[in-house]
């Protein structure tokens, strides 16, 4: 395993930029994936997704200053284009980003790589109800347990701020679960 350095001198280089993806690819893939998933709920959607956030980072690897970590880089990445795919099928369908995501917590039931008990459906229903920033501070923190200072490179928001909307993003979600 290479450090962040290392890594994007590979990936710079003509010679080794290949490899040097395939060794990225094997390192956040799976992540990725799943902070993806969380986002556009639908598998297929999260590897249509993820297939185009490698594809940014392999075209844009040159533009990476090393002002964050490449791990934040690419996750502000993979952020950006799961919240585009929704806007562009929210438009496509033309309802809003709210109802979409309605629809497709409601599709979760029939989705066969959905392996969620009862609990988790009610858990992802919760979040579903939650507004867009609220919901990326809350899956970030709780599912992909990422620091607040990660969390803030890759929202380019204060760790203050990512503290407060994890906290309310958390009460909501509670009355929701509670409110039977």
Do not use: C
């Not at 990476?64 to 799961?82: D, M, P, Q, V």
């Not at 929704?86 to 109802?99: H, P």
């Not at 992802?124 to 992909?144: G, S, W």
């Amino acid at each position: 395993m290479h450090s962040d350095e290392e890594l994007i001198l590979r990936l710079t280089s003509k010679v080794t930029k290949d490899s040097a993806f395939k060794e990225l690819l094997t390192l956040y893939k799976e992540r990725l994936y799943w902070h993806i998933r969380k986002i556009v709920v639908s598998h297929d959607d999260a590897d249509d997704v993820l297939q185009n956030t490698f594809i940014k980072v392999y075209k844009n690897i040159h533009g990476f200053k090393g002002e964050s970590k490449l791990f934040s880089w690419i996750y502000r990445i993979a952020t950006n284009e799961a919240l585009t795919h929704l806007k562009r099928n929210s438009k496509l369908k033309s309802i809003g980003s709210q109802e979409l995501h309605d629809h497709t917590i409601n599709n979760l039931e029939a989705d066969v790589y959905f392996e969620g008990d009862e609990i988790q459906l009610k858990l992802q229903k919760a979040i579903a109800t939650l507004p867009e920033k609220q919901k990326l501070v809350f899956n970030m923190r709780y599912f992909d347990d990422l620091k607040y200072a990660d969390m803030s490179e890759i929202l380019e928001t204060s760790e203050g701020a990512l503290k407060a909307s994890y906290h309310i993003a958390v009460k909501k979600i509670e009355a929701y679960l509670t409110d039977d």
